[in-house]
C-alpha cells in the first residue's frame, strides 16, 4: 500500500493567495483528518470526516480554511486568503474499520511569506 | 489540563534498549495507551497500543503498570534511526488524538 499521499510536499506563497493541500488517504480508510503542526502550537487537529462527513471541525482556527471530502479518495484543505501566520506542516491521516489507529501521511510544508 | 506527562529529552547509546516512560495517573478504565513517534521532517507514525496487558510487535513493547498509571515503551536494540520525538497518548474509543510534546529520544552512536 502507498499510505496517506500528500501534494504538493512543499508550498511557498505570498499573502493573501489561496493555497490548497490536497490528501489521498490508504485505499478503504472510511475516517480522515487533517493536522496542522507548528513549533509554538505543536500538533493540533483541525478537521476529520467520516465516511467523507465532516464530524469536527472546532479546530479550524478561522473562516479562511475550509475542508472537502468529495469522494472516499479525496480531500482538500483550503486556505484563503492565506497570511504569514498559516505558516506550519500540514499533515492529512486515516484511518480505517473499527480500529482507532490512525496513519499519517508525510505532510506538506506551507510558507505564506 | 495533559493527561499524560513525558520527559522532554532522553538518550541512548546505540545497540542498547530505550526506555521511555510515561505517566498517566488519571488514565480511565476504557482509556488505551498509544505510542506514535515522528522522525524529522516526517508524519508521525504509530508505533503500538495498549489497555492492560503488556504487548509487543516488531517495532517496540509497551508495558503497562498493573494500576495503570504509568506505562514504558521499550526499543529493544535502539539505532540511530529510532532517534525522533515519541508521543504517549491516552484517549478512549472515539475520541480524538491529542498529542502533547513528547520525549525527543537522541540515540548515540
Known amino acids: 500500500d502507498a499510505g496517506v499521499i500528500q501534494s504538493p510536499r512543499h508550498e511557498v506563497t505570498e499573502m493573501g493567495q489561496e493555497v490548497t493541500l490536497r490528501c489521498k488517504p490508504i485505499?478503504?480508510?472510511?475516517?480522515l483528518f487533517w493536522y496542522r503542526q507548528t513549533m509554538m502550537r505543536g500538533l493540533e487537529l483541525l478537521i476529520y470526516?467520516?465516511?467523507?462527513?465532516?464530524?469536527?471541525d472546532s479546530g479550524m482556527p478561522e473562516d479562511r480554511f475550509s475542508a472537502k471530502m468529495p469522494n472516499a479518495s479525496f480531500s482538500t484543505l483550503k486556505i484563503q486568503p492565506s497570511e504569514p501566520r498559516d505558516s506550519a506542516v500540514y499533515f492529512c491521516?486515516?484511518?480505517?474499520?473499527?480500529?482507532?489507529?490512525?496513519?499519517f501521511g508525510p505532510g506538506t510544508r506551507l510558507l505564506v511569506l | 489540563d495533559a493527561k499524560t506527562t513525558q520527559p522532554t529529552s532522553m538518550d541512548c547509546a546505540e545497540g542498547r534498549a530505550a526506555n521511555l516512560p510515561c505517566n498517566h495517573s488519571?488514565?480511565?478504565?476504557?482509556?488505551?495507551v498509544y505510542w506514535y513517534r515522528q522522525i524529522h521532517s516526517q508524519g508521525p507514525q504509530y508505533i503500538i497500543h495498549?489497555?492492560?496487558n503488556n504487548e509487543t510487535n516488531e517495532m517496540a513493547s509497551l508495558i503497562i503498570t498493573e494500576d495503570r498509571k504509568s506505562s514504558t515503551l521499550i526499543l529493544p536494540h535502539a539505532t540511530l534511526r529510532d532517534t525522533a520525538v515519541y508521543y504517549c497518548?491516552?484517549?478512549?474509543?472515539?475520541?480524538?488524538?491529542?498529542f502533547g510534546p513528547g520525549t525527543r529520544l537522541s540515540v548515540l552512536p
Open positions: 488519571t488514565i480511565s478504565g476504557n482509556e488505551y
Open positions: 491521516a486515516s484511518r480505517g474499520g473499527s480500529g482507532e489507529t490512525q496513519y
Open positions: 495498549g489497555l492492560k
Open positions: 485505499s478503504g480508510h472510511n475516517s
Open positions: 497518548i491516552v484517549k478512549s474509543y472515539g475520541q480524538n488524538f491529542v
Open positions: 470526516f467520516n465516511n467523507n462527513v465532516p464530524i469536527d
